[in-house]
């Protein structure tokens, strides 16, 4: 049922139909509360923090996932390759407590949240979760020196962390009808052109709002048996194609995610015939859902993360990785802006 209700709100966010305007009103008290706040911090009444390393946040100012997770995997890959020293904070969304705490390969989703370990698994970075990001990144840099940089997943209102720069992420939704939570998507108003400091990447095939920034790629890397993902095997297309070969009927595509349908349709752009397992946003998997006798089922990495390979019996589980490719031009702006030079403190 809030599954259900889940998705009939997101899509009253596309449009200004019956919904969203009886929804309107506490968008308006919202939209107060959101520049009240900001105002505070503005003006340091509010205290913001400044670490002694530069801080990088990179969120999405529309509720549900926008690319966020593979956002966060490329840009730390992208400074491991030039010789930074990255670690990630994130509040783990669906772990047990706002505890702060490291994340490694062997912390369970429930301790850790599905994508703070995801983001651990496929970067190898040091990686801790809490409700304060501010006093998460602390943490961090007291248990782990040599980080250079934090990288700050899905922090763009926790206004309290100074930072040096910020990536606001977009998908093909935009800013859906343009008003703010409840009757929109929106968490702070949309700004009438990019921030001061700020970077804009679109999760999609082309612009979707009035905001300079540029196109991520979206890319299959390919499939490996769950037993073997957990072992850091490559994935592989060559897997994929057997999988396609040997299937007699639509393989099950199951995906935990704000926007499945991305996922189904990566796999059917590979010619993949398959038979959709919508699921909810971070579904925990305590229950499997897709019948005992299912053969194969595709699922994605934030999926795999949750998924015990000794509770799935027969069926044999692929993991699908998924990747972001960064333009160049968006890679060069990135580090232009993290410099030694760079001024810290966009907000």
Avoid at 23 to 34: D, M, N, T
Avoid at 196 to 218: D, F, H, I, P, Q
Avoid at 240 to 257: F, N, S, T, V, Y
């Amino acid at each position: 049922m809030a599954h259900d209700w889940s998705r009939r709100l997101q899509r009253a966010w596309l449009t200004r139909g019956p919904l969203a305007v009886a929804l309107w009103p506490l968008s308006l008290l919202f939209h107060a509360v959101v520049r009240v706040r900001a105002a505070l911090y503005a003006s340091g009444r509010l205290p913001v923090r400044e670490l002694s390393v530069p801080v990088i946040v990179v969120g999405n100012l529309i509720a549900g996932g926008a690319g966020k997770t593979p956002t966060v995997i490329a840009i730390v890959q992208l400074l491991q390759r030039r010789g930074f020293t990255p670690g990630v904070v994130s509040r783990g969304y669906g772990r047990r407590d706002d505890s702060v705490q490291s994340v490694d390969d062997d912390t369970r989703a429930a301790h850790a949240g599905d994508e703070p370990l995801l983001i651990r698994r496929r970067t190898k970075a040091p990686v801790a979760v809490g409700r304060d990001r501010v006093a998460t990144a602390e943490f961090l840099l007291s248990v782990d020196p040599d980080i250079d940089v934090i990288v700050c997943d899905d922090g763009l209102q926790h206004l309290r962390l100074a930072r040096t720069l910020q990536v606001l992420v977009f998908d093909e939704r935009g800013s859906g009808n343009g008003w703010l939570l409840p009757a929109g998507p929106l968490r702070e108003p949309m700004p009438a052109r990019t921030p001061a400091r700020s970077l804009v990447l679109y999760n999609a095939k082309r612009r979707t709002t009035r905001l300079k920034g540029e196109l991520a790629t979206r890319l299959l890397s390919g499939i490996a048996l769950l037993n073997d993902w957990r072992r850091g095997a490559e994935p592989s297309l060559g897997a994929l194609a057997e999988l396609k070969r040997d299937a007699h009927q639509p393989i099950l595509a199951a995906a935990g995610m704000a926007q499945p349908e991305r996922f189904f349709a990566m796999l059917r752009e590979r010619g993949v015939s398959i038979a959709k397992c919508p699921l909810p946003d971070h579904y925990d998997f305590k229950t499997l859902p897709w019948p005992a006798d299912t053969p194969d089922v595709l699922v994605t990495e934030k999926d795999a993360v949750k998924l015990d390979p000794a509770r799935v019996g027969t069926t044999r589980v692929w993991v699908a990785t998924l990747d972001f490719a960064l333009p160049a031009s968006f890679e060069a702006a990135l580090l232009a802006l993290l410099s030694p030079s760079a001024k810290r403190g966009t907000r």
